[in-house]
């Protein structure tokens, strides 16, 4: 006989424990571990039954997994935990006591920790963190759309504006951006880097109003997580980009509103080379010499723009698309000089790896330079934030009024270069001959078309755009539930064909009483004769009557009601009989199948029914419009 | 004492004393001389104070004087102006300012220039008393020269650590010393320049530990997330009340969609910051599991069965209903083996003979007990049937038997010679007898039962009678419990016994094997099967089933199914082992009763929902093929009445047919013809 086991020591429940053991065996308190927790990405697990694992009790409680709780405890940062709270201890006594030495000396001793290993531990590939990075980023975005607040350090809201910024940045620069969504809750932002999607959604730029019942410590720690992780993986990206991170800041330009214009990107090598929009601007018209701020290219400065695109090849091999000026120096001193980080960054050396040329943003692509012959000028009252985002995103060139910031390459509407104006308020009552002038001149559209336009692909037109007119509906780019779900864009097919009933497996109740509607309907038309319910002899009547008086042959008339009648009962009783074996079949799952069988008929049924749904209110609205209009 | 002593007094000069002897003590003393209040003294020149003494002031509010002199007699109090003269006062006396009300005489007092400055002393927080230095020189007492202490205080010799250096403070210093030359401290080092970011990824990740799992990503926006959605998509009326009735929690949608006709009137989104937080407390909140979400059409979850047109013949329509009138329970049936007859037994003792195939009824009996069963013995030769009343079972004949068959009928039931049942084997508690009007006109014989065996008594009503394959044995399962509930009666030697001294339990249904000689025996919840001829348990089948009703097995007897009260059916194949090949549950009710057709690939179930349901069962002779069971056609027509069903169904067999005749709790017997 073998040793006796106690209860509970052995089988898979015994594997959790819940979170109040948890912190007891860690030593640390909640709010710790809670951090510790979000930092390391412990998340609870579920037992296979609770009550077991609790030894009985089924209060509702979290479980965590023992070799978690293992895994946390040899963490590093644990340590640092318990230190800061004795620091903590230690200071404050110190500031009572007043011996501000001491508390000077332990202030310079604070301990502090890093996260680096946790970001290497939780995403051991770089793809692994682009695969995980729309929660970061969304929660930047957030941080940075956030005025300032008791709850949330000052620090903390200007990391988040410059990740955000520099974010941008990137995906401008790579041409990353493939689809962007103006919904009610924000602006949605759909990147492809590195063949990952990477979505992210903007709160539209208004004072956000902190509810009071929002855990910012929650919020705070996870933060602190993201602010390394999209450290490490920006420095990542702009290094494979061949650039400089962090990008430096233009004071000067940041206080005057320039937004992330204020961030320059820096080539790796190159000290400082201006990759601003003025550049872009003339790059357009490369057959200028002179150019736009008044300056002129001296043969010098070409010889040394040829150099630094040798040197550069590589780089710009990638992105054809990119304007050569991208890397025009603009001082004077420019040695090439090789990478800094090419020791232990392989991707940025100078040779193309495979890794290197895989990781090439895909700008070749038609779609992605499709603003790219266009001049665009925001006016003041369009949100330039997602604008000039999104124009810059597709090669376009985006210039705004001094009163929404500094650092525009066009600041006046009636520039000669501007080709389409963003505009969102209404004509002007009346129109003076300036007004007419200038749309004689250049597009004044929407800026719903911008956004349409990038995820059609293409350039749309812009009449249905134009200012003050009322909008096409704006549809989302990510709607693509799959080939059964109801498409708004779907053609409107002959009414009394859309109106029949649209699935065989709809009840025959239901079925009867659509066709008699549908049947009253046809009278109206000329298709009159596509009587649904043939054994309806009131509707049969109705359709009848109405042949005659559209003049169709009531031989012709009869040879298509035996024909829908034909359709009608086959389809009936085919319909019953193969409903009943669907039933018969049904019998023989086993009670665990039946019942995912039915979920998914349900399931599959309320698709559907939500899909007519829309599809009859379509009609409906249609027939209204029909009805006012005439 | 100095009365008799004369001072001359000088005017601005104060009295010299006088040395006498003191007439007491002899010594001499100073005398002065008494002080005389003239009018210049000082006494004298002062009103009269207020001596009414410390007392509370309040006592004589009411009153017109303020207390008493030394004579007793009353102060008055004084006068007090009104406040036009407090204001003439306070503006024409130069002096007011510096004059307070004094509670004891109850008059404005001047203050004197010394308490003035008194008060101005604790205003300024100074040391009240005037006279007082703080800052006076210090007094050297101990220090200077020639004022040095020579004596210490104390007699206790001063410790070694006055002027010996410390030991472990040196070594202590010893080592941060070594420490410093070794390199290890640096002095005010500067805070370490690593570079903040670098390339993390460049290294391989040293993976002890998988990585937890990622998140599922938040669901992507859908057409009616859109600032400027297609009309259909925004709500009525009614769609908008019933969003706003909903509790937050029950919102499947955080959002009702709606338009707006330009970008710039499009507000902030209130919820924002509480989504993020949402998402990000399912981030560490939310257990994460990985869950196959099967994208399949459902319909492919099917099992693939051949279509049950190509698996005909099987009744699929009610050909004919025969009702006895009554409103009695149709509780039994059993048809003949050729399939021409069909009896039925109802709950008011009326046994009924049917014509198969016309409906019609062609003899009634009457018994005045209740029918438990009716059985049909299945030889062709001979043609009579069995009928469990109350702890009896009769033996009929129907009528219009051809002369052949009637005869060997009777040679069966009424033989001339009639066995003697053999002494020890018989129960004397089963009491076989038969009728003595043998060979009589057939118009009669078929009126009396032709055989009765008395059960013993408190055997209760035979439940179920059932023959062996031969039509010589059957065996009767009464509602009672014991042995007594089973017994197997021989009808050749009119022989009863039972099988089972003990058993355990409540007998639900027996069975004979059509080819073996094991007895199925169904408990409540098991099926266990005996080999007669060896008189042992073969083996037990575990049903699963709660509470088993019925069973039947397939004629070529490696097959059983068991319908039980808790709505499933049970198949077993003998050869595989005590646990069900297939459960299947189906119908909504109790399963009354099940039957396996003796010539088709055919098995029915009926319940208590009033449905019959035929199945095509197809059983291989090879060994590896599982039985392929068909669901094929729900036959509905019987009434449900007081919660029962279908109580009983059989399939006829003979002349090519494969009907199936049903009774059911509605008093009527229907007919299912194919």
């Known amino acids: ?336 000089q090789p990478s800094k980080t090419s020791a232990t960054d392989p991707s940025s050396s100078n040779l193309i790896t495979l890794h290197a040329l895989a990781n090439l943003p895909t700008s070749t692509s038609r779609s992605t330079k499709i603003f790219e012959p266009y001049v665009f000028f925001i006016s003041r009252e369009s949100p330039r934030h997602i604008l000039e985002f999104v124009v810059k995103s597709f090669g376009g060139v985006v210039g705004w009024p001094i009163t929404c910031g500094s650092g525009s390459p ?45 995820n059609a692909g293409k350039i749309l037109l812009e009449n249905a755009y134009a200012q003050g007119k009322t909008l096409p509906p704006h549809l989302s780019p990510f709607n693509a539930e799959g080939d059964g779900a109801y498409d708004p864009l779907a053609p409107e097919e002959d009414e009394d064909f859309n109106m029949a009933p649209p ?128 | 004492m100095g009365e008799g002593l004369k001072w001359e007094r000088k005017p601005g000069s104060y009295p010299e004393p006088k040395i006498i002897k003191s007439t007491i003590t002899g010594e001499p003393k100073k005398v002065y001389p008494p002080i005389e209040p003239e009018y210049d003294s000082d006494s004298s020149t002062e009103e009269d104070p207020n001596r009414v003494g ?55 007092t001047q203050l004197t220039s010394q308490e003035l400055d008194l008060i101005r002393r604790l205003q300024d927080a100074e040391v009240p008393d005037a006279s007082y230095n703080p800052y006076e020189d210090t007094v050297e007492w101990f220090t200077g020269e020639g004022k040095q202490e020579i004596m210490p205080l104390t007699a206790r010799p001063e410790p070694k650590s006055r002027w010996q250096p410390s030991k472990w403070e040196k070594q202590k210093i010893l080592k941060i010393v070594r420490l410093i030359r070794a390199g ?115 319909d492919s979850m099917l099992p693939s069965l051949p279509s049950p047109q190509s698996l005909r013949p099987f009744p699929v329509f009610e050909a004919l209903k025969m009702s006895g009138g009554g409103n009695s329970r149709a509780r039994c049936v059993s048809v003949s083996p050729d399939g021409v007859w069909t009896v039925s037994g109802d709950e008011d003792g009326i046994v009924r003979l049917w014509e198969t195939f016309v409906g019609r009824e062609a003899a009634r009996w009457k018994l005045g007990k209740r029918v438990g069963a009716v059985e049909w013995c299945p030889r062709k030769d001979v043609s009579y049937f069995l009928v469990g009343v109350e702890d009896e079972v009769f033996a009929f004949m129907p009528p219009y038997l051809p002369p052949a068959v009637e005869s060997a009928t009777l040679d069966v039931l009424v033989p001339r010679n009639p066995p003697q049942p053999i002494g020890e084997q018989t129960d004397k508690s089963v009491k076989w007898s038969q009728e003595s009007i043998s060979f009589k006109q057939s118009a009669s014989t078929f009126s009396a039962p032709l055989i009765v065996v008395g059960l013993p008594p408190g055997a209760g009503m035979p439940k179920q009678i059932t023959f062996h394959r031969r039509g010589d044995y059957f065996a009767t399962v009464s509602s009672a419990e014991g042995h007594n509930a089973i017994w197997i009666h021989q009808l050749s030697k009119r022989h009863s016994q039972s099988p089972f001294k003990k058993i355990k339990g409540m007998i639900q249904r027996v069975l004979f094997h059509p080819n073996k000689p094991h007895f199925f025996v169904a408990t409540q919840r098991y099926v266990s099967i005996y080999d007669l001829s060896a008189q042992k348990l073969l083996k037990t089948l575990y049903t699963g089933s709660r509470w088993i009703s019925s069973m039947d097995i397939h004629p070529t007897g490696d097959h059983l199914i068991v319908g039980g009260y808790d709505k499933k059916l049970m198949w077993f194949d003998l050869d595989l082992g005590n646990k069900p090949y297939k459960v299947l549950r189906y119908h909504t009710k109790a399963i009354r009763s099940v039957a396996f057709s003796p010539t088709y690939p055919l098995f029915a179930s009926s319940s208590d929902d009033g449905t019959i349901q035929i199945f095509h069962a197809r059983v291989y002779s090879d060994l590896m093929t599982d039985a392929l069971i068909v669901p094929l056609k729900v036959l509905r027509g019987h009434a449900i009445t007081d919660g029962l069903g279908v109580l009983e169904l059989r399939f006829t067999a003979g002349l090519g047919t494969c009907w199936l005749v049903s009774a059911g709790a509605d008093g009527e017997v229907r007919v299912w013809c194919n």
């Open chain 2, 54 to 108: 410390r007392i509370p002031m309040h006592w004589y509010d009411d009153l017109p004087h303020i207390g008493y002199d030394i004579n007793g007699k009353r102060i008055l109090r004084p006068a007090k102006g009104d406040e036009l003269d407090k204001f003439l006062a306070a503006t024409e006396d130069p002096t007011s300012w510096m004059s307070g009300f004094d509670h004891t005489s109850q008059k404005d």
């Open chain 2, 184 to 298: 290890r401290i640096v002095p005010n080092k500067p805070k370490s320049k690593e570079p903040q970011w670098y390339s993390l990824w460049s290294t391989e990740a040293e993976t002890r530990r998988p990585p937890p799992l990622t998140a599922p990503k938040v669901p992507l926006p859908k057409h009616a997330e859109s600032y400027n959605p297609p009309e259909e998509y925004l709500p009525d009326q009614e769609e908008t009340e019933k969003y706003d009735d909903l509790s937050d929690e029950d919102k499947v949608k955080t959002y009702l969609p709606k338009k707006y006709d330009s970008l710039r009137h499009v507000p902030a989104y209130e919820h924002f910051i509480h989504e993020r937080q949402n998402r990000l407390l399912d981030l560490y909140l939310a257990p994460r599991i990985r869950r196959v979400k099967l994208n399949i059409n459902p």
């Open chain 1, 503 to 630: 699935q065989p497996e709809e009840k025959s109740k239901k079925r009867h009483r659509r066709g008699k509607k549908a049947a009253a309907a046809a009278a109206a038309t000329a298709a009159a004769l596509q009587v649904s319910n043939p054994t309806d002899a009131d509707a049969v009547r109705k359709a009848e009557l109405e042949a005659e008086r559209l003049g169709i042959e009531p031989a012709e008339f009869d040879k298509v009601l035996e024909k829908a009648a034909a359709t009608n009962q086959g389809g009936e009783e085919g319909e019953s009989e193969g409903a009943s074996e669907e039933n018969m079949a049904k019998m023989l799952l086993s009670s665990k199948k039946r019942k995912l069988y039915n979920l998914m008929k349900r399931t599959n049924a309320r698709k559907e029914d939500e899909k007519v749904r829309l599809q009859q209110k379509k009609i409906e609205i249609a027939k209204q419009k029909k009805r006012t209009g005439v």
């Open chain 1, 1 to 336: 006989m073998g040793k006796e086991t106690k209860k509970g020591t052995k089988g898979p429940n015994s594997k959790y424990i819940t979170r109040t053991k948890a912190i007891r065996k860690l030593q640390i308190s909640l709010n710790d571990f809670r951090r510790l927790c979000i930092l390391k990405g412990i998340v609870p697990r579920e037992p296979p039954s609770r009550k077991k694992a609790n030894h009985g009790n089924s209060a509702p409680t979290s479980f965590y997994h023992i070799k978690d709780i293992a895994f946390l405890a040899h963490e590093p940062v644990i340590q640092k935990l318990r230190d800061h709270k004795i620091f903590l201890r230690r200071m404050s006594r110190a500031m009572g006591k007043q011996e501000w030495g001491r508390a000077k000396a332990l202030e310079e001793n604070r301990p502090t920790y890093k996260l680096d290993h946790i970001v290497k531990e939780r995403y051991p590939t770089f793809i692994d963190a682009i695969r995980d990075l729309d929660d970061a980023i969304c929660c930047v975005v957030l941080g940075a759309s956030l005025s300032q607040h008791r709850r949330i350090p000052k620090a903390d809201l200007e990391d988040c504006a410059r990740l955000s910024a520099e974010w941008q940045l990137y995906v401008t620069h790579t041409r990353a951006l493939k689809k962007t969504f103006l919904s009610i809750k924000g602006i949605y932002y759909q990147a492809e880097v590195m063949g990952e999607t990477v979505t992210w959604v903007a709160p539209y730029q208004f004072m956000q109003k902190i509810p009071m019942d929002v855990d910012f410590r929650v919020m705070r720690s996870f933060l602190e997580f993201y602010k390394t992780l999209l450290g490490f993986a920006f420095y990542k990206l702009y290094s494979d980009a061949g650039l400089v991170y962090p990008p430096p800041l233009d004071l000067k330009k940041d206080a005057m509103g320039g937004g992330v214009d204020a961030y320059r990107l820096q080539p790796v090598g190159g000290p400082t080379s201006s990759m601003d929009v003025d550049a872009k601007v003339n790059g357009n018209k490369k057959k200028k010499v002179d150019l736009g701020d008044g300056k002129v290219l001296t043969s010098k400065q070409v010889q040394k723009t040829i150099a630094a695109m040798e040197v550069e090849d590589e780089e710009e091999e990638g992105e054809a698309s990119a304007p050569l000026d991208d890397a025009l120096p603009s001082t004077e001193e420019f040695i090439p």
């Open chain 1, 410 to 454: 066009i600041e006046n509407e009636d520039d000669e270069r501007v080709t389409h104006v963003i505009i969102d308020r209404p004509l002007p009552d009346p129109m003076s001959e300036v007004d007419k002038e200038r749309r004689r001149k250049k597009k004044y559209v929407q800026p719903q078309w911008v956004v349409d336009c990038v």
